[in-house]
């Protein structure tokens, strides 16, 4: 009897101590954080509404590569959206990203690129775009058809000075077919040469720029029209609501 007692208290011991193991590794198991699923592919979408093609999906998968932050293959909880979108608006190009995880277990990322409206060739040698924002953008590789501004343009100041002006300018159907070239004056004055007549357009600074241009247009059909388009030499804006046209 006592030998079988003896065998019983070991075996409710060992029962004890197997339920207890077992109980240890089911909390812990329990704790364990779930393993995150890989991300199976990227989806880029480029919405480049006035069909720049400044950015292309190439360069985008390019650049994160070259930062390490290519997401394919890695878990999903260790993608940083936040910082994916930080290093993408980085670029000269790129005006807005947003990031995003799908239920297919994907990354998104939507694409807006930055909207240029002149390209600058200044006298200092310098090449370059001025965007829709009042920003500016290196020329890159990049060739777009824009309206060309030359003169003394400083880089440093060019976007907020000149951006609306560049804007006004492209999106008046009128204005955009007559108008080939902006010039800036070392006094800082703005000229306009127009793709018909042979004068300039003295427009002074960008200030009450739709009045001037309201002038110049009436001018168009009032004076030029009848007096002919290689009378004047000079047409001068500068002075409020008046247009001064000087003759040959």
């Known amino acids: 009897m006592q030998k079988s007692s003896i065998l019983k208290t070991i075996l409710k011991l060992l029962v004890f101590l197997g339920l207890a193991g077992y109980l240890t590794y089911a909390i812990l198991d329990f704790n364990r954080p779930a393993h995150s699923p890989e991300c199976t592919g990227l989806d880029i979408i480029i919405k480049d509404e006035q069909c720049t093609d400044f950015i292309n ?30 290093v993408l608006t980085a670029s000269p190009y790129i005006d807005e990203a947003l990031c995003f995880k799908t239920a297919e277990g994907r990354v998104a990322i939507h694409l807006t690129p930055r909207v240029p409206v002149l390209h600058v060739l200044n006298s200092e040698g310098e090449d370059f775009y001025i965007d829709n924002r009042g920003g500016t953008m290196p020329r890159g590789h990049h060739t777009i058809d824009l309206l ?78 009848k007096a002919g388009w290689n009378r004047y030499r000079l047409i001068n804006l500068k002075f409020s609501g008046q247009v001064v046209a000087e003759r040959r």
């Open 57 to 86: 999906e190439n360069e985008i998968r390019e650049l994160l590569v070259s930062k390490k932050l290519f997401p394919e293959g890695k878990a999903l909880d260790d993608i940083d959206l936040t910082n994916l979108e930080k």
């Open 148 to 225: 060309v501004m030359t003169g003394n343009v400083p880089s440093a100041k060019a976007g907020p000075l000149y951006s609306n002006m560049g804007k006004r300018l492209g999106s008046d159907p009128y204005w955009s077919r007559q108008i080939q070239e902006i010039h800036v004056r070392p006094d800082g004055d703005i000229e306009l040469t127009p793709i018909a007549g042979d004068f300039t357009i003295l427009l002074g600074d960008t200030s009450n720029l739709d009045d001037k241009l309201s002038r110049m247009r009436t001018f168009y059909s009032e004076g030029l029209d």
